[in-house]
Every structure is written in structure tokens, then in C-alpha cells.
């Protein structure tokens, strides 16, 4: 059985960012990838920490040769990719930190969420 994976052109942008109804929040780990043959392309994978099974299901859909990590992030309920700083940022003002690491980091990590 074969499957494909189709890729969103752009991100989602059907909810209006600046209604304070509906802040900006944290929804789950991602890291950004790259082509190498062409490093215009990128693709954010989604998941419930980065480099998990699923990223790694996830992986095997791309040639691995073809494709390297660019930077781990967090996707937001609008669809956007934030790094690990601003998404530590848009966390607190939301009050969507629930665990303590043992310290004081300046950039979110999925354990602090989950």
C-alpha cells in the first residue's frame, strides 16, 4: 500500500491573528526541514516531541539523503512555525507552562507543555 504526503503551499490564515478571543497559542512540537538540492523548500513536520516515532514515520515518507533539519520549533493553533524563543514567549502570555525543567530556560521545550 503506498501513500503520499501532500504539503500545504502556505500556512493556515483563516482566523484573524489580532482577535484577542482567540490568542495565539502553543499546539504542538515541529521541527523545519530543508531540501538540499534546493534549500527554498522547506517543510514543517508536526509532533508531540520533536524527533518522536512519529517524526520518524514521518521522515521515511522523504528521501533522508535530500532532506536536513533547519531548526526546531513549535506549530501555533494558526498554523504558524515559531522557534523554541518565541514559542516559550507566546506559552507564558497564555499560561501554557506546567512543568518546571529544573530551571529557568529562554526557549520552550514540549516537556514544559505536556
Known sequence: MSSS???ADEPIRNIDMENKEHPELIVC???KFFNICDPSIEVDIPSVRHFDPLTHSILEQFSYDEWEEKEQGFITNFGR???RKEALE???ANNQIRYGIGYEPDELYSEMLY
Open 5 to 7: 504526503l501532500q504539503l
Open 29 to 31: 512540537a515541529a521541527i
Open 81 to 83: 512555525f515559531v522557534n
Open 90 to 92: 507566546i506559552a507564558k
